[in-house]
């Protein structure tokens, strides 16, 4: 039988699969769920700021439908933001302590953050809850007119620092590929000390309905298409940085799997797959890696891991534009 022991951010993993953070992991029932079917540890939904101020908004909505009318609506709305923040956070902990109960794999929590300042403490009480790590979940959209790459990427920095100052766990960062020099990003959140990145999130993608003439939203699931950039970043960083890499985006089959392994990632996260097709696709992939390493005489993953980065690929120009070119240049 293949080994497909890992180690991920300092944990050890029976198999590299990890559940990405979603809907998937919301609760303790899916979360046993996906540990039966064969997942190595599960990234929790993150905790969005934009969520709990959304909800405390619909609340106050709900209580002036009922007539409950306020004398002043600002002071009620602190209120109920606080409080409702205090509810939303406190069910949050407490799905990380009833899941660490619950299962014997990792659980990593995470955060979506855009700003230092909302969630250090809370870093602190989810370390004290329970957790195996925390994935800060970072996205400043580039947008500014007037703003520099040079400030747009301090504030992955900052909000690292502050986190890996306030608590012990392993953080790993889930950045997008939307910067103008992503090798030199990984480096620095190298250098501010994560202990791993997971490249890259996905997020909703704009769309037009051309016949009614209106902005809508295009899937929410990924195709196996979009594992491309994924593995190219991947390829391209391992064995330059010295962290754990994990790849989502775009894996849907035992194949993906490894082709990810080989460019280097230490871990692979998973989601829309198991959206369409169920927790027990996790048992397919899983058979397909041990089978495929049995057929090529690999015992370990260690011993392929990386081998077709870019670093270590006898082709490693097929990882940059060189390639490209030649690509279209053949094509008549
Ligand atoms: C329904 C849904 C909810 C998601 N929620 C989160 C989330 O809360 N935090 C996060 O970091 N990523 C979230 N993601 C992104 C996934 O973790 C994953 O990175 C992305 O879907 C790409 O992987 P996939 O191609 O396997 O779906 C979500 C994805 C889906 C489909």
Redesign the pocket.
């Known amino acids: 039988m293949a080994d497909l022991n890992t180690r991920y951010l300092g944990l050890n993993l029976k198999n590299p699969l990890v559940v990405?953070?979603?809907?998937?992991t919301d609760s303790v029932k899916k979360i046993v769920e996906l540990e039966n079917h064969g997942a190595a540890a599960v990234?929790?939904?993150?905790?969005?700021e934009e969520q709990i101020l959304m909800e405390a908004d619909y609340r106050v909505r709900k209580a002036e439908e009922h007539g409950e009318l306020f004398v002043d609506y600002s002071e009620t709305f602190d209120y109920m933001d606080v409080h409702i923040k205090q509810e939303e956070l406190g069910n949050y902990l407490e799905l990380i302590s009833e899941a660490k109960r619950s299962v014997r794999i990792p659980v990593i929590a995470?955060i979506?953050c855009r700003s230092s300042l909302e969630w250090v403490d809370f870093a602190k009480k989810i370390e004290k809850a329970g957790a195996d790590a925390l994935?800060l979940?970072i996205f400043v959209m580039p947008f500014g007119m007037n703003t520099t790459c040079d400030s747009n990427e301090k504030a992955y920095y900052q909000i690292l620092s502050k986190v890996k100052a306030a608590v012990k766990l392993p953080i790993a960062v889930?950045i997008s590929p939307f910067f103008s020099n992503l090798a030199k990003v990984i480096k620095g959140l190298e250098e501010h000390k994560a202990d791993g990145v997971?490249l890259?999130?996905?997020?909703t993608s704009p769309d037009i309905d051309i016949y009614h003439m209106k902005s809508t939203v295009a899937d929410?699931?990924?195709?196996p298409v979009?594992?491309a950039t994924t593995l190219r970043w991947v390829a391209m960083m391992a064995k330059r940085v010295n962290m754990d890499l994990a790849a989502?985006?775009?894996?849907?089959s035992g194949e993906a799997v490894v082709k990810q392994l080989l460019a280097g990632a230490t871990a692979v996260?998973?989601?829309?797959?198991?959206?369409k097709k169920g927790p027990a696709e996790i048992g397919h992939i899983l058979s397909f890696v041990s089978q495929w390493m049995q057929d090529k005489g690999m015992e370990t993953i260690h011993q392929f891991r990386g081998k077709l980065s870019q670093a270590k690929s006898t082709n490693p120009e097929v990882y940059e534009r060189l390639q490209f070119m030649k690509y279209f240049g053949d094509y008549k």
């Open positions: 990405a953070s979603s809907g998937l990234v929790l939904k993150s905790l969005f995470s979506n994935e979940n889930k997971v890259f999130n996905r997020f929410v699931l990924s195709t979009e594992m989502t985006t775009g894996i849907h996260q998973l989601a829309s797959v198991l959206y």
